[in-house]
């Protein structure tokens, strides 16, 4: 079966403090891998995806994230949390076949603390 | 980034009415658009996907009767919730594809049914 697991459900972190999301996910195709945040009351705003290539990609907002195929994972990580990067964080999976729907994880809720 | 809205951003209605909401890519040619579902704190639930000019495809436990939707041009996608309840009180999403796993996400309609 096709999913995305984001373990933790909730997290907090001191701001300035170095961050890790996990994400693991099952997908019979080659995954094409997202993390979405989401403010309370908001869209989706894309913070990087993996396509193929650099492992580790980079996003917006200072963030990266890393695929490593042997554990189906693709965690991202920021070296210093800022207080307005306390959201929902979800990651996904979807394939390069037009008119494919990503599938999400159940999402991790990032607080930070001053 | 494509550049998509939905309208409108919130609506109360009544038990028993029903509810269009508009989803617009401004600034692509959308062959595919996706309607997601969020309950609080949780993840998006795909509902279904509207193909322009054609029907749509709904996922499984989603009445295809209840929400009605209809993907007219390449750049509108509409849901209508027909003889709304309270449990359809929810954040609804669109997406717009735009091939090769990329989806770009509306900023969410919340209704609320009384």
């Known amino acids: 079966a096709q999913s995305v697991t984001q373990p933790d459900i909730h997290i907090t972190v001191s701001e300035g403090a170095s961050l890790e999301l996990r994400c693991n996910y099952s997908y019979g195709a080659t995954p094409y891998l997202f993390w979405y945040v989401q403010s309370p009351g908001q869209g989706l705003q894309l913070l990087l995806k993996y396509f193929s290539g650099d492992t580790l990609v980079q996003g917006i907002k200072g963030f990266e994230a890393e695929f490593k195929r042997s554990q189906s994972s693709f965690n991202l990580r920021k070296p210093s949390v800022h207080w307005s990067d306390a959201a929902e964080y979800f990651c996904a999976v979807g394939s390069n076949q037009a008119g494919t729907a990503l599938i999400f994880g159940k999402g991790t809720t990032l607080s930070v603390s001053s | 980034g494509a550049v998509v809205s939905q309208h409108p951003s919130r609506v109360i209605c009544k038990s028993g009415t029903s509810v269009k909401i508009e989803c617009r890519s401004l600034?692509?040619?959308?062959?595919?658009m996706f309607w997601y579902r969020q309950f609080p704190k949780q993840s998006l639930m795909l509902m279904a996907t509207?193909?322009?000019?054609?029907?749509?495809?709904?996922e499984q436990g989603v009445e295809k009767d209840k929400f009605l939707i209809n993907h007219a041009s390449l750049t509108l996608s509409t849901l209508t919730v027909t003889s709304a309840h309270p449990e359809d009180s929810s954040f609804y999403i669109c997406s717009v594809d735009r091939g090769r796993g990329e989806q770009y996400f509306g900023p969410g309609t919340r209704l609320t049914v009384t």
């Open positions: 600034d692509f040619q959308a062959t595919t």
């Open positions: 509207s193909n322009e000019g054609s029907k749509a495809t709904y």
